[in-house]
């Protein structure tokens, strides 16, 4: 009888069972269209102490594990299909002892993926890039905290994943950690929970180099952020590296305390923007050839950095998402494919879709005031109404939810962004400096004004 924790080859019958039963849960929770284009070509193949293995295909498997891998473990919970799923590819033959060794022992493994000769440098993210090497090869001794931010979507995870895989590899015996606030906090509610907080404390100040990601939930938690306050404090006295990312600057976080945002903006603050169009086509050629997309030509790749100008996850996402309906349709992916794709799967065309970003820049344009005042409480009349034109059109333009909205600008309620909507869509029915307002921001956009407008 094997060890605990050894590997059990687990007969064919009994996997396509495991399957089945997974299966089963999936269907129930994504479209049809989305099972059989990426979950149906998963294939099990082993069984490790309650993890279940599935095996993807090459040219879909990162879309499966940055996307659909939470889905899958959500569905195999349900199913008591397996305690874990992990994805691994065609080459896989049998397990190590396990898929985490050499993992840090607090919060979450590193992606090997993600490396600095991996990373494709801009403009728009020199600085960044550029400050998180010098941290890797120099950690505490450079920039600390270096604090990375940008929309989601721009490299700050592949940068923080880089700075550990780097620093693992060529920093003697330093300890890394990575950890996102969300599993930061479900820890430390669990050590309260248990009495465990002086081993939760040691799991983490023990670090050389701790990297945390979206540090801007740690907002309006109040005890998680007494906690990270000092967890900080404990790391940067004894002269331990932080890197730390966010979805926007420190002073825009506003539900967090002061001395939270000071302790962050007393490294390197460094910014993200989105990618130029050469940059976001060096990023699809370097996926294609990892991903060995031998098939797909330049002028094909050209017509999807031009399409797709958010945010390199959606880029990439947009070239697995033409491969994948190539390959079901048994057809090259042309230009002509791609753009026929991108227009039908996005329901809009990616070249129109403005972002909360845009939005945002777009309305601070028409109104002539700085785009950081639309996040912050500045109540002055004309910084008000740009930002509620903002909202307006964030209701109108994109797929937000009010939450969602709210939370972009500044942390605000959802009523207020339903009330700005409310506002604006009364206003627009008269000549006013609102009207011509929303018109401006819409011609920043690359819109045309709506009847309202008119």
């Not at 099972?35 to 070509?41: G, Q, S, T």
């Not at 100040?205 to 967890?231: I, P, S």
Request: glycine share 6%; aromatic share 6%.
């Amino acid at each position: 009888m094997p060890l605990p924790g050894e590997f059990e080859t687990s007969p064919h019958d009994v996997l396509v069972g495991i399957w089945d039963r997974l299966a089963t849960e999936l269907r129930r929770e994504v479209t049809d269209f989305t099972f059989h284009l990426w979950l149906d070509p998963l294939e099990p193949v082993g069984h490790v102490g309650g993890t279940l293995f599935l095996r993807a295909p090459n040219h879909i498997r990162m879309r499966v594990e940055e996307e659909y891998l939470p889905v899958l473990r959500r569905a195999a919970a349900r199913a008591e299909a397996a305690e874990s799923i992990e994805i691994v590819d065609t080459r896989w033959k049998s397990p190590a002892a396990s898929t985490r060794s050499g993992a840090p022992a607090a919060g979450e493994p590193l992606n090997p993926r993600y490396t600095f000769d991996r990373f494709v440098i801009c403009d728009g993210n020199r600085l960044a890039h550029g400050a998180a090497l010098a941290v890797a090869e120099q950690p505490a001794q450079a920039y600390n905290p270096l604090f990375l931010h940008g929309r989601p979507g721009l490299g700050k995870t592949h940068l923080l994943h880089a700075i550990g895989n780097y620093v693992q590899a060529y920093g003697t015996e330093l300890t890394v950690r990575y950890v996102t606030v969300e599993d930061f906090t479900s820890e430390f509610v669990r050590a309260v929970r248990s009495g465990e907080t002086r081993a939760f404390r040691a799991r983490f100040r023990d670090a050389d180099v701790l990297l945390v990601d979206d540090v801007q939930f740690l907002a309006e938690k109040l005890r998680t952020e007494e906690e990270f306050f000092h967890t900080f404090n404990a790391l940067y006295e004894a002269g331990s590296q932080l890197v730390i990312t966010s979805d926007r600057r420190p002073r825009a976080i506003e539900a967090l305390e002061i001395r939270l945002q000071e302790r962050f903006e007393c490294g390197l603050v460094a910014q993200l923007d989105a990618p130029s169009f050469e940059a976001r086509l060096a990023i699809l050629e370097q996926r294609a050839r990892a991903d060995a997309l031998d098939g797909v030509s330049s002028d094909t790749l050209a017509e999807i950095a031009t399409a797709v100008t958010t945010s390199v996850r959606t880029l990439e996402g947009a070239l697995i998402r033409v491969v994948a309906y190539a390959s079901l349709r048994g057809e090259p992916p042309t230009p002509e494919l791609a753009h026929h794709v991108l227009n039908s799967l996005y329901g809009v065309n990616p070249r129109r879709q403005a972002t909360l970003d845009d939005i945002q820049n777009a309305a601070a344009t028409a109104l002539d005031v700085p785009p950081d005042s639309l996040l912050a409480r500045d109540r002055r009349p004309r910084v008000a109404l740009a930002r509620q034109v903002a909202m307006y059109l964030a209701r109108e333009l994109t797929d937000a939810s009010l939450p969602a909205i709210g939370r972009h600008f500044g942390g605000r309620n959802h009523t207020t962004v339903l009330h700005a909507h409310r506002h604006i869509s009364i206003e627009l029915g008269k000549r006013s400096e609102t009207t011509a307002a929303v018109e401006r921001a819409r011609s920043q956009l690359g819109q045309p004004p709506s009847d309202r407008d008119e």
